[in-house]
């Protein structure tokens, strides 16, 4: 069992480093300067560590890993540029997307080697362009290796918990290949048997735990990192906000925090690195640089208002705007909680590429292939138009797919689904016509629209749209259901209709850096001693999204980057300093 941090609460006035924020990003550099024999302090403005990333599916996307090589899964340099060049077009960012191939293998190594963090090649994963040069259909990604969370001891109350909807039984995770066990239980003995090990595995923990102590997906990533900085003894201050950057000269050499006592300066001997998740929650710079028609929805923590770009363009730091999409996109449904929250569901893999269920606009109409990759879905929605009128949309499907997949929050063999309809969260009627009256569309149109795709889907067809065409829509379908994973009809009443909104994951504009982490002013040259990475730091994909854990991947490979520049122990910052000899 690692060590409670003894710090918390008491820091000190200096540090080597002052990383501020406690995702994946911000850990990951307080976790590798202090690996590095540094003294590290963590800022985290919530009560919890962790992030958007705890929530996350944990994902991280890094071609050419040591460990595809040995699960024996061929990639090579050439096909990552060829399939980055054609999913990443522009030039901007080019020499990022260099450094990333180029260190991102090496960051992991090093994690693995230092730190806490075990990832483990996901086989079949396929990149999100599967027809494009150089793609592959697995390896690639990473995912986290599962955690006990019993090892944090008392530490494990200030891991940010995941998100209800994604586990069981008020607090049991479980991990990608257990969920097809799950939904054969009682059909198969050998998935029985593992489910119910499973839940009686949870209930023990239960007798000791307010939750589950099995972490799995981004909450085992953001564990893994928790466990790396209590073995390395970095101080974690929780509710703390960072009010100012502080500069002696062009140099910055700490910061102002603020919490509940009060204002007080703390130091930074070597530098400052900014990890505060980017801007999803910022009213102003979501009105600044969202496109029109996207609302107000996010599927990241509510705390991510923008902390590391203020400051940081507060001290002359600039942003990069030239980015095809600012944000990385998902289609989210909204619900309240029992609590009284607002919910926000983000359908990432769970049910829109099933086989039973299509997407309508407001006309009731198709728009898009369902079984497109999350961000490839709301830019159809966005293509659809920004005025009101144009901004509703729903997945239709009927009595058996519901019970079969779910949909959205509501899973799949549940008994009764009367809250949600209750709650107007989901629709349901008899009939079409009824269900187009109860969501206001059109009933002639809504009738055709489904009868029309039903003919061809008796046959596994999509005309259409081309849905379950490529390896990567295939691969999020019922690998059970044939001749096509990804359609079936939708005929057996009652039908169902869920509203889905545009919503973001994780901004895609952020801080100027350079191949170090350093963060830059508008003419190009760096702020001495400050870095940048995960969200505050700009996309190095420009807001494209080639593949699953695009953000993890850059997150965690500039992150290791930041570390190791700020200890002086990289090659970057050694051919630095002998520029300045």
């Known amino acids: 069992m690692v060590d409670e941090n003894p710090g918390a609460n008491l820091i000190s006035d200096a540090y080597d480093v002052v990383v501020i924020g406690g995702g994946a990003g911000g850990m990951t550099a307080a976790a590798v300067a202090a690996a590095e024999g540094l003294s590290v302090l963590l800022i985290e403005k919530t009560e919890f560590l962790g992030g958007t990333t705890a929530w996350s599916g944990g994902m991280v996307w890094i071609p050419v890993n040591g460990k595809m090589q040995r699960a024996g899964l061929h990639d090579s340099r050439s096909d990552a540029e060829n399939y980055l060049a054609s999913t990443v077009p522009e030039a901007e960012n080019a020499d990022l997307r260099d450094t990333f191939l180029s260190r991102g293998p090496e960051a992991i190594a090093y994690l693995e080697a230092h730190t806490e963090v075990r990832l483990q090649p996901v086989k079949m994963y396929p990149d999100y362009y599967p027809d494009r040069p150089g793609a592959t259909v697995g390896g690639r990604v990473l995912e986290p290796v599962s955690f006990d969370g019993t090892s944090l001891g008392a530490n494990f109350k200030r891991l940010r918990r995941p998100l ?18 799950l939904r054969r239980i009682g059909r198969s003995f050998r998935s029985t048997a593992r489910s119910l090990r499973l ?17 799995h997906l981004g909450n085992a990533l953001a564990a893994r990192l928790y466990a790396s900085l209590l073995a ?39 530098g400052v690195v900014l990890a505060t998740g980017g801007f999803s929650y910022d009213t102003r710079l979501r009105a600044q640089f969202f496109p029109g028609g996207v609302g107000f929805v996010s599927a990241v923590t509510p705390e991510t208002t923008g902390d590391g770009l203020h400051v940081a363009m507060a001290g002359g730091a600039s942003l990069n705007t030239r980015a095809t999409n600012a944000a990385y996109w998902v289609p989210a449904s909204l619900f309240r909680r029992a609590d009284g929250s607002q919910g926000v569901f983000p359908h990432t893999v769970t049910d829109r590429a099933k086989p ?31 005025d009101a009128t144009h901004r509703s949309f729903y997945l239709i499907c009927d009595r058996r797919f519901l019970w079969t997949y779910g949909l959205g929050r509501i899973k799949p063999f549940a008994w009764s689904i009367k809250p949600y309809v209750k709650d107007g969260e989901l629709f349901e009627a008899p009939s079409l016509d009824a269900l187009a009256e109860a969501i206001g569309v059109e009933k002639s149109v809504l ?20 849905r379950g065409a490529t390896i990567y829509q295939r691969h999020l379908g019922d690998a059970n259901h044939s001749p096509n994973p990804c359609v079936a009809p939708i005929e057996q009443a009652p039908f169902y209709a869920l509203r889905v909104y545009p919503a973001d994951l994780g901004t895609a504009i952020g801080l100027r850096t350079d191949c170090h982490a350093r963060v830059l002013r508008k003419d190009g040259t760096a702020i001495a001693d400050l870095y940048a990475c995960g969200n505050d730091m ?12 695009i953000t993890l991947g850059p997150a965690l490979t500039f992150g290791y980057i930041a570390g190791r520049h700020l200890a002086r122990t990289d090659s970057g910052a050694r051919a630095q300093q002998r520029g300045q000899a």
Not at 164 to 181: A, K
């Open 164 to 181: 209800p909807e994604f586990t069981l039984f008020g607090g049991m995770m479980v991990n990608r290949l257990d969920i097809p066990h």
């Open 199 to 215: 839940l009686s595995e949870y209930a023990l923990q239960r007798l000791h735990s307010s939750r589950g102590t099995s972490l």
């Open 232 to 270: 390395h003894k970095v101080d974690v201050v929780f509710g703390t906000q960072t009010g100012q950057l502080l500069f002696e000269g062009d140099a910055v050499r700490g910061v102002q925090i603020v919490d509940s006592s009060g204002a007080r300066p703390i130091g930074a001997r070597r």
């Open 356 to 386: 039973g269920v299509i997407a309508v606009n407001s006309s009731g109409r198709r728009f898009v292939n369902e079984a497109v990759s999350y961000h490839e879905f709301v830019l159809a929605m966005l293509r659809e138009g920004n």
């Open 447 to 466: 009738s055709t629209t489904v009868k029309n795709y039903n003919v061809q889907a008796r046959m596994g067809l999509d005309p259409e749209f081309g």
């Open 538 to 549: 700009g996309s190095i994909m420009n807001g494209n999204y080639p593949g699953p854990g």
